[in-house]
C-alpha cells in the first residue's frame, strides 16, 4: 500500500487518517502517559517517522538497542537522558541516540512533551537494564536526580 502524499495535521498534534497507539504493552517495561502515532512507514523511505506524547510527568521506557534515533521536540519541554548525560529539552531541539546508549525521556510536571523520531523501518527489539546496569547509571549523581521520582 502507497503512503498518502499528505497527512493534514488535525488540532492537539494530531495527524489526518493517523491511529493514536499505545505506546508499548504495558507490562513489558515501565513508562508513564506515553502514546505514539506512526506518521509514515513505507518500504521505500527505510525508516518510520513517528510521533511521541508524554504526559505531564510523564517518561518513555529507560531502554538501549542497536538502532539510532533522531529526536526532534514539537511542543513542551522536559529532559533527556542519553548515555550518561541528562540533557534539558524544548522545542524544536534535536535530540540524537546513538546505537547502544540508555536512553530515557521524561515531560516536565505542568504540560505535555510531544516528539517526532526517526528510526529505521527494521529494527532491534529494545534492551532494560539489568539490576546491575541500573545501579551502575544510578551511581552518578546527575542520572540518580533524573530518576528521582520514577
Known sequence: MNEPILRKAQPDYR????DIRAYKDEASAPFRGVTRQ?????????????????APGGWTTLERHQHAHAVT????RGRALVGHEVVEIGALDLVTVPAWAWHQFRAA????????????????RPQLPSPAERAE????????EFFAGS
Open 38 to 54: 506512526v506518521l509514515a512507514s513505507a518500504p521505500d523511505l527505510k525508516g518510520e517517522l513517528r510521533y511521541f506524547e508524554i
Open 137 to 144: 547509571l544510578e551511581a552518578m549523581p546527575q542520572v540518580a
Open 15 to 18: 495527524w489526518q487518517g493517523v
Open 73 to 76: 521536540i514539537l511542543r513542551g
Open 109 to 124: 510536571a505542568d504540560q505535555p512533551l510531544g516528539f517526532l523520531c526517526m528510526v529505521d523501518a527494521e529494527r532491534d
